[in-house]
């Protein structure tokens, strides 16, 4: 799955994330492009550790590919690197 | 646990110096069984009390009691358990667990069994759901059931409105 | 302004008062510890305060009077007549750079230039004192002596996202105060998506941090977000302080996850209270609030004496801040004591039926419930909030919203001095953040589409609040497209939610648009989502025994209209008796007690409902639709109680009277229970269920189509 409809992962998606990645749990492969996310806070990073989460309880594990150096420094800020598995 | 209210229950001397690991227990009938809880999971015990019916629920919601203060849902362990309904009498009692009176035909005593004494619920044979029972105890020769509170106070299970 | 750059720029007045208070006493040679203790606090608060906001003129400027201040303090330089005139000159400096910062201006050149005259005097000065101590100046990064561990541990209150604040300056905040040794994000807190409200903070933070602060200062970090915070702060050297933490905060995985993230070792924990804290989690919450009073940090005396010394200088302003527990704590005393007065009351008059002249103890009684009502009116107010500061929050959202998707909306709030229940305030919120982002996204036209149309291209959406009858009114408006009864009629069908055949009126079917499952937008938007929402919008203001409604013109705008009551811990309710069962109905809800005769009973036939000054009133039997066993004393009444314009008669034993009540949750067990809200302890201990208005009439509603 690719974020093709937003930029960021903040606050004022986060309503809308969360139905898409409600959706997407069903999916067998939670693969997530972050090729087109350029910001994120820790609104975004909390919804991301809940999306994780609930992968968990269903066995799955979520993966983040293409995050770029700047997203990976927006996440380091709030040390939520390893939980996300970036680290 | 709140103060005072097992005093009145007699804790047998034997059983305060138990060798082992051993669990104290509440035993108490219900509609001519025996039963017993982890004390652990008791609050208090109280005498029956008058209850206010709620209108809307399932038959063994009987409705709410004040405990100090506090507002309690009151069950009937016995409609619970699909067993008819408890005869109100003298030794009527209610054991409160969480925020739930249940109300039971009488309270025994608190007794202490060895953690070898509990066994594994067999999968039939008893009178109530296997799923209300969460471990079989040998005491003094005979097998008695304890409850598993979480499956007794199922909350999807018991908030479900009567059909109107 | 917003809200909290208005706060920025009190504290930044009253600390540039402080400043020149104590500047006037040099001058008249009073030249003290405590007068320049006082200056070097004022600059390095307006220091930590301008950081907040990344105010970087201003954090340069006071670091280097802040870095002078030390060495004076520390003796290592000594004020003369000049240095007194200097600060002073900076002093005024200081207040244009605020001015400037908070009105987002830039300085003129002229007020540039004086700024680095200013500047390079300061250091002039600290670059004069003995060349020994210069050295410690520089190395300001590294630990040395004066240097304490401060662990900050952090919770956010449901609102902490909607303030703006991002915690990235906080952090950032953090840097530049010290340094941070470790920051471990708390995640245990944070549910499944399925659980979780996006927009609420479930994630916390532990931070260990070092620097040459005091508590006080660290704490004047969260100033500007006090309310919307849970703090801990604690000098790590103290013994127990990780033990009393993990109390405090009543999470069982803390003492894991401090473990894990080096903050403490195992041996920081005693055995006992390993057992504690793994035994008792449903006992953690009433710890919590204990502890906290019992085991707060010991500081020593001395330390208190300075706190005290300093707080008397900087507090002038008359409120007070006190936690909401302890008035949380108040009320229910309260509560306590108005039950047991209406048992006296009723005790009295029972006494006193058969005579005529009312006894003193009577009277003594009434007085007393008199007073008691002044007490709790008291306590109540205590707990009221203007909305405003609510309000303003939603600023940035509403404004970003309309950027994001090419609208030009002009936001106006009024009525924000309006004071409403804090805990209405917080629950109201997210209901009203969700109806302000759907007036945008689905009122508001974009510019051109309203130009189109005749209108003003930059659409308007008010928010306003007042009182109105003992309830609060809080309206949202918009002079967007206004709603398409068509396309709702026609989608409600589609999805089953009414029939065709049904006759709805105009204020039916925009109430439709708050039934589950139902989303007009043709096409699915990026703010507003996807129809979740105006159902549990709804559901979340009934929760608060508040009514939503809506009415609209078709392309002149809509206007949500929703009534709250003032607070929920005590109503004055009637009380009645039905069958074997006291009931109380909230008085707000009653228009008129009637008797029901055995002749009107009769006429009325098999009927549900009664001919009424000429009026249809549809009636509810208490006694059919909740089973209630026979009456005891064969009367009958009508309780006529309404809500927004729907009357309906309730059909009850016994009118019993007023009776001021406390309400109490019945218990997770009756969540589904409709046209119950509560319970309330009646003075003689039985227990009374309180009726939802709102709920009941739906009741009848269903009922009756049932029939």
Sequence with gaps: ?87 | MSEGTLEEFDVGEEDLFVIGDAQQYLFFKAGGDIYAFDVTHVNEMIEYQKVTRVPMMQSYIKGVTNVRGSIVTVIDLLERFELGSTQIGAKTSMIIIKNIALIIDEVHDVNSIVDEDIKESLEFGFKIEQRFIRHMAKYHDSYIAILNCEEIFKLDEIAKLKEL | MEEELEIFLEDCDDQLQFMENALVEMQNGIIDEEAIGAIFRAVHTIKGSAGMFGFDDIVAFTHTGENLFDLIRQGKVEVNKEMIDLFLRCKDYAEKLVQAAVNSEELDEEQKRIGEELTNKLIAYIEGKPQESAVEVLKDETLDESEQKWHISLRFHQEFFTTGMSINSIFNFFNKMGKVLLKHPITYNIPPLEELNPIHPYIGFEILFSGKTTKEELEDVFEFVADDVDLIIFDVSEKGAYESLVVQRGEALLQKELIAASFASQEMFSETFLKDVSSEESEAEEKKELKKEIIAPQESLEKQEEAKKSESKKKSSTTLRVDSHKIDLLINYMSEIVITNSKILSLVERENEESEESSELEEAAYSMKELLEYVRDGIMDMRMIQVGDSFNKFRRIVIDTAKKIGKDVEFVISGGETELDKSVVERISDPLIHMLRNSIDHGIELPEERVAKGKRAKGRVDLRAYPDAGSIVIEIEDDGGGLDKERILAKAIENGVVKPSDKLSDEEIYKLIFAAGLSTADKVSDISGRGVGMDVVKRNIEDLRGSVDITSTYGVGSKITIRLPLTLAIIDGFLVQVGLTKYIIPLENIKECIELTKEEEAQMGTNEFINLRGEMLPLLNIRDVLHEEESISNRKNIVIVYFGNKYVGLIVDELLGEYQTVIKSLGEVFVNLPGISGGSILGSGEIALIFDVPRLIELKNRVGSVK
Aim: net charge negative; aromatic share 6%.
């Design chain 1, 1 to 87: 799955m690719t974020f093709e409809m937003v930029e960021e992962i903040t606050i004022y998606e986060a309503e809308k994330l969360k139905e898409l990645l409600l959706e997407k749990l069903d999916d067998a492969e939670l693969l997530l492009d972050m090729a087109k996310i350029q910001k994120i806070d820790i609104v975004g990073i909390q919804l991301l550790i809940s999306f994780i989460k609930s992968a968990e309880a269903r066995d799955k594990r979520v993966e983040f590919k293409n995050v770029s150096e700047s997203l990976y420094e927006q996440i380091a800020a709030s040390s939520c690197e390893n939980i996300l598995g970036l680290g």
